[in-house]
């Protein structure tokens, strides 16, 4: 799967944007506030639904403006298939996929696998672990049919939990009917993140070795709560905590991938460097593994590849992702940031001025 085309409208600088992609290589420069995270930030919408840089999508609408719309045609196995995502000013979103409106971002979200490279990648590891648990359940909702559903549910019944334990006057009955909710809930949630981690890990591990090569990188699935006891005993235990802090302290909600070098977490270990290396290691594992399991490439972004990777890193990079077929979309601010990638040959390149994006000739 790659993008063949997209057009962007009304998405902060950029008014009018469309361009044809090529299939492989894809360099974006220009100058700073031209609109090159702009751009990017637009293709990821198709695959991700929201931003990377905002939570209040109003605010990529353009000035005065009351809707955007990104316009992608896929290329699957050479069929063509037409997505769109429009978001107005009023929240409401509108989507369509091969001329149908559709209610469901996850419906485009499926079609489009992408993974995002920023400057901001190495949240990956040192963020909180809501980034980690992004990225097992990234894969796990691109490869297991069923993970959104099983999510939603447990979900849904970890807000009912949470709110009756805050609610002193809550009664016994209903509390007991979500917390057996929330469990049931939560052990088909870490069964799938089990299993899927197994799977995973021989995928992490291999291009860990490939990018960090000297360092023996541990990697464990922190399920939420304490192993050794079951789901339900763990929830049992806390219910006095639970019911003073008015949430609920352990279970899958709380799960978190652990990375360590000689037993000390590679936050306090690896360079900055060496946790960006990590985080494209772990990346290009998810899509290497959904290749394998789903036979569908998955398209890589990458915004700001300047301030980002050496000059090893970015012909490994650059070779990993030409083995896997994945489309790639980089930006950077000088045609020299990207160094290794504009020797590829199979390429496109366009420069970014004031909101307009133009393939350049050469
Ligand atoms: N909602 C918006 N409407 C119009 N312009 C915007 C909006 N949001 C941001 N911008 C402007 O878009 C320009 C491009 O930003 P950006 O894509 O981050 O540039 P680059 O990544 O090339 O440095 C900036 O000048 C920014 O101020
Ligand atoms: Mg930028």
Redesign the pocket.
């Known amino acids: 799967m790659h993008l063949e085309k997209i057009q962007v409208e009304d998405f ?2 950029l008014k009018s944007v469309s361009v044809e992609l090529h299939p492989e290589l894809n360099l974006i420069y ?10 990017i ?1 637009s293709i990821h919408y198709l695959g991700f639904g929201r931003s990377f840089r905002t939570r209040k999508p109003k ?5 005065g403006q009351s809707v955007f719309t990104v316009y992608g045609q896929l290329n699957n196995d050479n069929s063509s298939i037409p997505v769109g995502i429009s978001k107005y000013s009023d929240q409401r979103t509108k989507i369509r996929i091969d001329g149908k409106d559709i209610d469901r971002v996850s419906d485009m979200v499926k079609l489009c696998p992408m993974q995002l490279y920023t400057p901001q990648s190495t949240e990956l590891l040192t963020g909180s672990p809501a980034f980690r648990r992004s990225y097992i359940d990234w894969g796990l909702f691109h490869v297991e049919q069923s993970f959104l559903t099983d999510y939603t549910r447990f979900k849904r019944a970890l807000t009912q939990r949470n709110a009756l334990l805050k609610n002193t006057q809550s009664g016994k009955i209903e509390l007991d009917f979500w917390s057996n909710e929330y469990i049931g809930g939560g052990l088909i949630i870490d069964e799938h993140r089990l299993s899927n981690f197994e799977k995973l890990v021989p995928y992490i591990t291999r291009y860990l070795k490939q990018f960090l090569n000297s360092f023996d990188v541990q990697i464990d699935l922190y399920r939420g709560w304490d192993s050794s006891t079951s789901l339900q005993d763990a929830v049992q235990g806390n219910f006095e905590k639970d019911r003073k802090f008015g949430f609920t302290q352990s279970g899958p909600h709380k799960a978190d991938l652990r990375l360590k070098v000689d037993k000390k977490p590679i936050t306090e270990f690896f360079s900055r460097g060496q946790l960006r290396l990590t985080s494209v290691a772990l990346q290009l594992a998810q899509a290497h593994f959904l290749k394998d399991t789903k036979a569908a490439n998955c398209i890589f972004l990458i ?2 590849l300047s301030a980002e990777l050496d000059s090893k890193a970015r012909s490994a990079f650059m070779e990993a992702v030409t083995n896997l077929g994945s489309q790639l979309v980089v ?1 950077a601010i000088d045609k020299n940031d990207f160094g290794e990638f504009y020797q590829y040959e199979n390429k496109k390149v366009f420069h ?1 001025e004031q ?1 307009e994006v133009n393939e350049e000739t050469y």
Do not use: A, M, P
Not at 32 to 38: C, E, F, I, M, V
Not at 59 to 63: A, K, P, R
């Open positions: 902060r600088n220009g100058d700073n506030g031209s609109g090159k995270t702009s751009f930030e605010s990529v609408i353009s000035l915004d700001d930006s970014v909101g």
